[in-house]
C-alpha cells in the first residue's frame, strides 16, 4: 500500500500539518511513524506524582541521556564536539507527541525584521519570504495551539484576536512593571498556549491555573498528542494511521529524484520493513530530521539535499542566560502563583539591536523564588516561616531573577551529525559541534540594562551601592540547551544556500519535504513553536493546493 | 578488532541500561500483581488525625470541607502506582499511636514535623518523608497556602481564566 502522505515525527509540526491536510481532504491516508512510545497524558494519579515532586514527570525517561562523563568513556549518549556547552538532556523529547509534552507554550512571533537578517545585518540568511506571507498562518496556529495572548498588543501587525485573553500580570510581576515604566522600557502580556473558554467548539479543556504545567492533569496546556488522538477517536478520516516505536532508518530516493518509500524499524516487532507513499514530510525536529537526510544516502554520499552542504549545518539554539540579582527582601511576600511567566519585554528584540544579537526579556514564574513546601517539610514553625516569606531562607531576602533569550546567528561550521552508536531507541546518537565565541560579551552588554531593573527595583550592594553590571555578569548563568534547535535544513531561494525552498520541499526532489525547526534561516529572540506551526499549517495548505497567497 | 568492537558495543549498551534504568519510573505493580489494597478504615483515620494536625502545627485555617475525600482519593492513587504505600500508611499510623502515648498528641506531632533530619533508616524517617511530608505538599496545594496571603499555588485548582470573571491569582493591578 502507498499511503498519500508519510510524515516522520509526531510533535506539533505533524500534528498542525495533519489536521490541515484531513481539513482539505478527509479521505486522505496519512501514515505518521514515531520512534518514541506513549506516555499518559491527563492521568490523575501520575499528576499526584509531580505534585509531589517534578523529578516524577513520567516523560523524564524519554529524554535523552546526558553526554559521557567523562568523555570518551562508556555510558552517556551523544557526543559533544564544539567550544560551547550545548546539551540534548532535556532540550526534547523522543516520545508520542514529541517535544510538546513538556514545552512551557510561549507562543511569540517573529517580527518582520528578523525575516531580513541578512539583509538587515549581513549575517546569517534571509527568509524566501516575509512577516506578511506568515500573518495569517500566525493567526490560525494561535489557534491551534490554544493561545491566550493580548491582541491589542501592538509589537507586530495582526488581522485576527487571540482566541483566548491574556493571563494579566501576576502580583509578582509589579515590581518589575513599575521598574520598567520608571526606565521607559516596554512590556507586554506573554502570549501562552493555555486554553480559555470561547464560543469554538472544543473537546480540550481549560486552563485551570493548577500550577502544574509541566504535566496538566486537563491537557489545557497544548500536547500534540492530545490533538492526534483527538483526530484518530473523533473524526471520521479512516485514512490517519499512527505508528509509535518505529524508528525510520533511511528515505529511498530513486534516480529521477522521487522519494519512494522510507525504510522502518518497528522496534516491538524488531522488524524492518518498507512503505511507500506519494509524498514524505520528515518533521522529526531540527536535529533527527537533518540526521535522517544526511544517513540517506545510497545516491548522494552527504545525504539527500545536501549537495551545497548545508544539511546539519547552520545549527543555533538560544542560550537561556539566567540573570542574577543581589538578596533583596520581600516586603510584599510576592511568590509564585502561576507556572508560567505572565510578563515579558520585547524593548530590546529590534531592528537597533539585530546585529548585535536581539534579545528578549522574561520575568520568570518563580521570579522571588518562595517554596513553601521546603520550608514546612525542613521542620521551621510557623513565625519562622512568616519571617522566611519576608526575608528569604537567611534573612538578608530573595535573589530575584530574569530569563533573558538571545538571538544566535548561524554559522556553517556549527553542525550536527550522526554518531555511529545507536541510542536505545535504535536511532544513532548525535554529533554535537557547536562553538559561540562571542555570547559572554554579549551577556555582559546585557547585563547593564539587567542592572538598571534591578537598581530601580530596589537591589542594593551593600547599605547603599548600585547593582553594577559586572556584578550582574558574575551572577549569571548560560543555559545552552538545545530546546529552540534549528537552522539545520535552512529554507533559501537559491539552492546554493539552502536544503529546502519556500513550499519546504528539499531542493531538486520531487515530493520530499521538511518540515521543523530544521527550516528557519534565522530563529530571532523567540520561541519558534508558533512560528513552526504557521508553517505547518501552510505547508498543509501548499500540499492540498489552496495556500493562502500573500507573499508579496 | 571486531571481537573488541563487540566488547565495546555491549559494555556501552549495558552501561546505558544501567543508567536508563534509573532514568525510568518503573512501577511496581504488574499483571501478576493482586488487587489494589485498600487503607483500612483505622488507617484511614489515623491518617486523616495527621492532615488535620498538618493544619494546627501551621495554623492553616483554612475551609477543610471535602479534605477527607480528596485524602482519600490521594493515598488510593499512591498505593495504585505503588502498593508499598499501603504498608506505608499502615507503619504510620502505628507509629504515631504509639508516639500520641508516649508524648501526648501534640507533642508526637511536633517530633515528627519539627524534626528536620530523622535518623536515618529510622521509622521516624521513613513516617515523615513517605507520608508527613507528602501530605504537606498535599495540603499546601488544597488550600493551605492561603495562610501565607497568595491566591494560588501550585497544585491548587484556581480557575480558569475568564472575561469578567475575578482572576485567580493575585495581579499587579489592586482588586475591586
Known amino acids: 500500500m502507498s499511503f498519500d502522505f508519510l510524515i516522520i515525527g509526531s510533535g506539533v509540526a505533524a500534528t498542525a500539518l495533519t489536521e490541515r491536510l484531513l481539513k482539505n481532504d478527509p479521505s486522505a491516508s496519512i501514515l505518521i511513524l514515531e520512534a518514541g512510545d506513549r506516555v499518559p497524558t491527563r492521568d490523575f494519579a501520575l499528576w499526584q506524582e509531580v505534585l509531589l515532586d517534578k523529578k516524577n514527570l513520567p516523560y523524564v525517561r524519554c529524554r535523552d541521556l546526558p553526554y559521557p562523563n567523562p568523555p570518551n568513556t562508556l555510558g552517556g549518549e551523544n557526543l559533544n564536539v564544539g567550544s560551547a556547552p550545548v546539551t540534548l538532556v532535556g532540550s526534547r523529547l523522543f516520545v508520542y507527541g514529541g517535544s510538546t509534552m513538556e514545552w512551557g507554550g510561549w507562543s511569540l512571533r517573529l517580527k518582520p525584521e528578523d525575516f531580513m537578517l541578512r539583509s538587515e545585518t549581513g549575517r546569517g540568511a534571509d527568509w524566501p519570504f516575509g512577516y506578511d506571507a506568515l500573518e495569517t498562518y500566525y493567526c490560525q496556529a494561535e489557534s491551534h495551539l490554544a493561545v491566550s495572548g493580548n491582541s491589542s498588543d501592538a509589537t507586530v501587525a495582526r488581522s485576527a484576536d487571540y482566541p483566548f485573553r491574556h493571563f494579566p500580570f501576576t502580583f509578582q510581576d509589579k515590581p518589575v512593571i513599575d521598574a520598567m515604566e520608571a526606565l521607559g522600557i516596554s512590556f507586554g502580556n506573554m502570549p501562552i498556549a493555555r486554553r480559555g473558554i470561547s464560543d469554538v467548539r472544543s473537546r480540550h479543556a481549560p486552563c485551570q491555573t493548577t500550577g502544574t504545567c509541566d504535566y496538566c492533569p486537563f491537557g489545557a496546556r497544548y500536547v500534540a498528542s492530545n490533538y492526534l488522538d483527538d483526530m484518530r477517536t473523533w473524526t471520521d478520516c479512516a485514512g490517519l494511521e499512527v505508528r509509535l516505536n518505529s524508528v525510520v532508518e533511511t528515505i529511498d530516493v530513486d534516480p529521477s529524484n522521487k522519494a519512494r518509500a522510507v525504510r522502518v524499524t518497528y522496534r516491538t516487532s524488531d522488524q524492518l520493513k518498507t512503505e511507500e507513499a506519494e509524498r514524505i514530510i520528515v518533521a522529526g525536529g531540527a536535529i533527527e530530521s537533518a540526521k535522517l537526510l544526511q544517513r540517506s544516502n545510497q545516491h548522494c554520499p552527504s545525504g539527500i539535499g545536501n549537495d551545497s552542504g548545508h544539511v546539519g549545518a547552520n545549527f543555533v539554539t538560544h542560550p537561556m542566560v539566567i540573570f542574577n540579582s543581589p538578596p533583596m527582601p520581600n516586603p510584599l511576600r510576592l511568590q509564585p502563583e502561576l507556572d508560567f511567566p505572565t510578563l515579558i519585554s520585547r524593548h530590546f528584540d529590534t531592528k537597533a539591536q539585530q546585529a548585535a544579537g536581539k534579545f528578549m526579556i522574561v520575568n520568570p514564574k518563580d521570579h522571588v523564588p518562595v517554596d513553601l513546601a521546603v520550608r514546612l517539610k525542613g521542620g521551621k514553625a510557623r513565625p519562622d516561616v512568616d519571617a522566611y516569606l519576608t526575608n528569604g531562607p537567611d534573612g538578608h531576602g530573595f535573589m530575584r531573577r530574569f530569563l533573558v533569550y538571545v538571538e544566535v546567528f548561524g554559522e556553517k561550521t556549527n553542525t550536527i551529525s550522526n554518531y555511529p552508536h545507536p541510542n536505545r531507541l535504535g536511532l544513532l546518537e548525535t554529533v554535537v559541534n557547536f562553538s559561540n565565541n562571542t555570547m559572554q560579551n554579549r551577556v555582559a552588554e546585557i547585563a547593564k540594562e539587567i542592572a538598571k531593573i534591578y537598581t530601580q527595583i530596589g537591589a542594593q550592594l551593600g547599605l547603599a551601592t548600585q547593582v553594577t553590571a559586572e556584578y550582574v555578569t558574575r551572577h549569571t548563568h548560560i543555559d545552552w540547551g538545545a530546546h529552540h534547535a534549528a537552522s539545520t535544513c535552512r529554507m533559501s531561494v537559491d539552492p546554493r544556500d539552502g536544503v529546502v525552498d519556500a513550499d519546504l520541499k528539499i531542493h531538486g526532489m520531487e515530493n520530499l519535504y521538511v518540515c521543523s525547526n530544521a527550516v528557519f534561516p534565522s530563529i530571532g529572540a523567540v520561541n519558534p513553536t508558533l512560528t513552526l506551526t504557521a508553517l505547518a499549517l501552510r505547508l498543509g495548505d501548499h500540499l492540498n493546493g489552496n495556500r493562502v497567497r500573500n507573499d508579496a | ?176
Open chain 2, 1 to 176: 578488532v571486531k571481537a573488541a568492537e563487540d566488547t565495546e558495543s555491549a559494555l556501552r549498551l549495558f552501561f546505558v541500561l544501567v543508567q536508563e534504568r534509573g532514568m525510568y519510573q518503573r512501577r511496581s505493580r504488574n499483571v501478576l500483581s493482586s488487587p489494589t489494597p485498600v487503607v483500612s478504615a483505622e488507617t484511614e483515620a489515623a491518617m486523616w488525625d495527621l492532615f488535620v494536625a498538618i493544619g494546627e502545627v501551621w495554623q492553616l485555617k483554612e475551609n477543610t470541607a471535602g479534605y477527607p475525600l480528596r485524602l482519600r482519593a490521594f493515598m488510593v492513587n499512591r498505593v495504585s502506582l505503588h502498593p508499598e504505600y499501603s504498608g506505608y500508611y499502615q507503619v504510620a499510623a502505628r507509629f504515631i499511636a504509639g508516639l500520641i502515648a508516649q508524648l501526648g498528641r501534640d507533642e508526637a506531632y511536633k517530633k515528627i514535623f519539627m524534626t528536620e533530619h530523622p535518623p536515618g533508616g529510622s521509622e521516624l524517617e521513613a513516617v515523615k518523608k513517605q507520608v508527613s511530608d507528602e501530605f504537606v505538599d498535599l495540603r499546601l496545594a488544597l488550600g493551605g497556602f492561603l495562610a501565607f496571603g497568595a491566591l494560588n499555588y501550585r497544585g491548587y485548582f484556581g480557575g480558569a481564566n475568564l472575561p469578567d470573571e475575578p482572576v485567580p491569582y493575585r495581579t499587579s493591578e489592586p482588586g475591586p
